[in-house]
Each structure stands twice: as C-alpha cells, then as structure tokens.
C-alpha cells in the first residue's frame, strides 16, 4: 500500500480509501472484507449517517477486532436534515453509538451542493459547534463533501479553516463541480483532497468496447479501473480515492493498483491515450448520471436512475440493450408498472441532483427513444399473462 501524507496534520493515508455506502448484504462477507483491507494497509474508512447499516457494522467489526486506532474513521452529517441548532449533537451522538467510538477521525458536512447551505448552518451556530468538539477530542479534523458548482466551492473553501475537502473527480469529470480548478483550489491551500465517485458510479469501469480496444491497445490487459485510478494517483495533489468494494476480486485489484501508484509517473502517451477513451466515452454516454440515487424517491414511483442507465445503454451498447433494461430494471415491467412519461414536472428531484441533470427534461427524451408506443396499455395485462405462465 502507497501512503500519502495529511498535510494538515501529518498522518500517513492509505491512497485507497474504503468506501462504505454499500456493503455485501451477508454480514460476515462484510466483516471478511473490512479485516482483509485493514490488514493490507487500507486505513481509511468512509461512511456517512444516511448510508444504511453502514456506521453499525464498521463500529461492530472495528471494535470487535480492536482495531479502532489502527483506522481512520470518517463520517458526515446529513446537513440538510439540521434544522435547529440542537441537531449537530443529535446527529453526532448517534453516529458515535453507531461507530462504537468517543470520536470521529474525519468529520464531513455531507453533500454541499451551494453556498448557500453553509450560510445556513453557519446561523444554526455551526462554527462554535465545530470549536467545541475539535477542542474536547471528539472530532479531529472537519471537511465537506462537495457537488455544486467551483465558484461556490471556491467560496466554501475561503470561508473557513477546514482541515480537508471531498470532491467528485475523475476523468471525465475534470472540470465538472469543483473540477481540476477546485483540486487546485484546495491543495494551493495545503488541504487533503479526497476522491469520491472515481469511476463516475461504476461507468468507467464498464467502457464501451472501442474504447477498451484504445487502452488494450496502450496497455494490453489493462483494465478500465486502473487506468481510472491511475490517473488520479498520477495527480500529487490528490491524497486518496475511496471506492466502494463489494467483492474479494475488486478488493485484490485495487489493492494491487494501490501498492504500484506513483505521482507524476503518467507519460505523455498515457495521457493521450485517457484523452481518446474520454472523447469515446462522451461520445456515447447522453447523461451524466452516477447512480447515487439522491433523486429518489420520486412521488410517481419513476425509477430516475435506471431510466438514464438505460437511455446511456442504448447509445454505448446497443439499442436493443437499452430498450430491454428500461422494460427490465427501470419499472416498466411487472404489474404496477413505472414509466418516463409518468413524470408530472413536479421538480422534486432534480433540486438534490449534485449532477444539475435536468431530470424532468431528459426524462423526456428517455420516453422518446425508449418507450414504445402503446405499452402502456399493454404491459400490465402482458406481465400478468406471463406471471401466469410461469
Ligand atoms: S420531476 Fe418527475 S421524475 Fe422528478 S420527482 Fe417529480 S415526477 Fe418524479
Ligand atoms: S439523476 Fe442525479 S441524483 Fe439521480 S441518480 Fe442520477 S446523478 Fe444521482
């Protein structure tokens, strides 16, 4: 395992953060999981308040073991659900009964997506709440995972002495949200920068063929994921990537990626050939979407995320494809079916989108290119007659 340095308080970070908000739905799997990457070096763990289950298990399993002061916990409040000041220590006292810990190694304002977020818990008396548990211990460093826009993040990271930031980053991100301006922005002022969404929610790992027939042709065998993650350790401004790791197999390779990744070692046909898989990869993907659900739920039911993967389908793989993982896994199937066109325009969702898609919009265009006329009417019976049958 690669280690980088905390520049603001001299710790060394494992480059390859855990991230938690999925874990195995078998419990000792997870456990199996967590011990694996504690023994080879991982030693930071990333969960939030909303990630469900995740806070309990970690606590279980790391006090369990004993190994508490051999991670790096962090987690983060679900700042748009304070609305009174007496909310920080409500939020706060579950999380450390949930981790089974006295405190939080690395504390996040979870999901800031404007300026005007902060504003608001800075007159709920945030910035005294902070004071107060750095000095009693309970929270070591303080930091925010962010997905608005650089001119708000620039902002955010002028407004106060924060130990550390979390951005979405990733090649095809790069000037997107807070961007390559905002990781500058950042490590100008000697803050760790923390990785989120490194695979763009599992699209960079899943590249359409002719773009892994690019990176083959770079580097036959090379996976997606590791020229994903490359890139990123390339970057010595960055400290570490969290990924989420459901399986053995994904564990074992990152681990490998993580023990070989130096900074600064891309060469300029590296770079070139992350230039061609990018051009491929925004030639074939229509929208942006990660998956993170944040969008859910939807008061008509529609399943908005499997919408767009089925829409980003129909255009990277096949149209064929699309059309059967809209009917499949977007709700079009089954006898209470969910379509696009079911959307009213209430815009719900598309105000918690850190990804600005304009939902209602595109959902549109998903009902044009992938709802067959008259199915409608015709699923519900069709779906019964073959429940039926089976
Ligand atoms: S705008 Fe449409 S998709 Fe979004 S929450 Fe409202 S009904 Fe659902
Ligand atoms: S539409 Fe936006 S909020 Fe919804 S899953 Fe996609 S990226 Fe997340």
Known sequence: MQYRQDKRNGKQLSILGFGCMRFPANKAKTEQLLLKAVERGINYFDTAYLYPGSEEILGEVFEGHGLREKVNIATKLPQVAVDTPEDFDRFFEIQKRRLRTGYI????????????????L??????????AKKSSGEIKQIGFSYHGSFDDFEKLVDSYDWDFVQIQYNYINSNYQAGVDGLRKAAGKSLPVFIMEPLLGGKLANLP????EVLHKAKPGST???????????????TLLLSGMNENSQLDENLALAEAALPNSFSNAQLQTIQDIKDIFNRSF??????????????????????????NESYALSFGAGIYAYMMSAGAMGEFPHYASDC???GKCAKQCPQRIEIPKQLKNVRRRLQLPGI???????SKLMARGK
């Open 105 to 120: 190694d690395y504390y996040l304002l979870h999901n800031i997506s404007d300026f005007g977020q902060w504003e608001k």
């Open 286 to 311: 229509k929208v942006p979407c990660t998956g993170c659900n944040y969008c859910m739920p939807c008061p008509k039911k529609i399943n908005i995320p499997a919408c767009f993967a089925a829409y």
């Open 122 to 131: 800075c007159k709920l008396g945030i910035e005294k709440w902070i004071a």
């Open 224 to 238: 997606a994921v590791s020229w994903a993650f490359n890139w990123l350790w390339n970057d010595p401004d960055i």
């Open 209 to 212: 063929k002719d773009a892994i």
């Open 344 to 346: 009213v325009n209430c």
């Open 376 to 382: 409608k009417k015709i699923m519900p019976f069709a």
